[in-house]
C-alpha cells in the first residue's frame, strides 16, 4: 500500500533526504512544500485534501484543516508541544497525534541558564560598552544570591533545577502536579503557589505547556507581584506571557528584564517594540538547538509515523 505524506516541519526538510528512502522503503510518497517558521490554516487547506500523514512543526492543524483531510490517519509532531494541533478533534476523526517529550530539555535548560547568567553578571552590556569605547564596570551579583522561580517542572525544568542547584541558587517551584520525593530531595527545591514564587524569584523561567489553562498565564497582575529587579525568561511558547502587558511591564520598569526565545506572533514582527528595549535579550525560538537532539527527534518522528501508518494495514 502507498501513502501520501506531508512533510512540513522546517528542521527536517533540510535533511530528508537521509530518510527518504527509509519512507520510500515503506511505501511513502513525499509532498514537501517550502516552509519558513510553520504553515498556516489556509495553507494547510490547500495541502491537505488527499494525505494520509504529516511530520509537521507548529503548524495550524485546526478544526476546519482536519475536517479537510479525509485521509489522515496520523500527525507526527517535530518536537514535543502539540499547542497548534487540534487534539479533540483528532480523537474525533480517529486521527493518531505522536510527538517527541522531553527530546529538548538539556538544550533548553543550557538556554535559560545563559539568560540567567547574562543578567545576574551582565556581560551583553558590558560587552557593547567596551566596544563603545568606554570602560565602564557594572555591579553583578552571583547566582548564590539569587532565587530561581520555575514555571512548569516538568523535563524541560527539572533540568533547569539541577543546573541551578549546581550554581547554589535558592531554587522556588510551581506545578499542578506533584512532584517526585527522590526529585525534591535532591534538588531542594521548594514547591509554592505561583504566586508566591512571584513574589520572591530573582529570575522567573517559564517552562509549561501551552494549553487553555496557561494561555497568558503571565499578565499583569504577575508583573505587579514581581520585584522591580527581576527578570522574566521565557523558552516555552510565547503566548503563555501576555506580550503586550509584558512590553508595558518593561517600560515602566515594573521588572528589569526579559529574555525571550518564543513570541506571540512567530517570526516576530519588525515593528515589535521589544526589539529597541536594551533590557530584553531575544532569539528566534532556537533554544532547542542542538544537532544531537535534531537527529534523535528526526529518527523519533520518522519512526513514529512509519509505526502508525502500518498499524493501519493490520
Sequence with gaps: MRWKVLVSAPYLQPVLDQFRPTLVAHGIDLV????RERLGEDELLNLVGDIDGAICGDDQFTERV???APRLKVIAKWGTGIDSIDSEACKLQGIAVRNTPGAFSEAVADTVMGYVLAFARRQPEMNSTMHAGSWTKLPG???REATLGVIGVGNCGKAIVRRAVAFGMRILGSDLLPMPADFLAASNITMVSKEDLLKQADFVS????????????IG???????????VVINTARGPIIDEPKLIAALRNGRIAGAALDVFEMEPLPPGSPLLAMANVLLAP???NSSPSAWNAVHERTVNSLIEELEARER
Design 32 to 35: 514537501v512544500p517550502p516552509v
Design 66 to 68: 482536519l475536517a479537510a
Design 141 to 143: 551579583v552571583t547566582l
Design 206 to 217: 517559564v517552562n509549561c505547556d501551552l494549553n487553555p489553562t496557561s494561555f497568558h498565564l
Design 220 to 230: 499583569e497582575d504577575s508583573f505587579r507581584l514581581m520585584k522591580p529587579t527581576a
Design 285 to 287: 525560538h532556537n533554544a
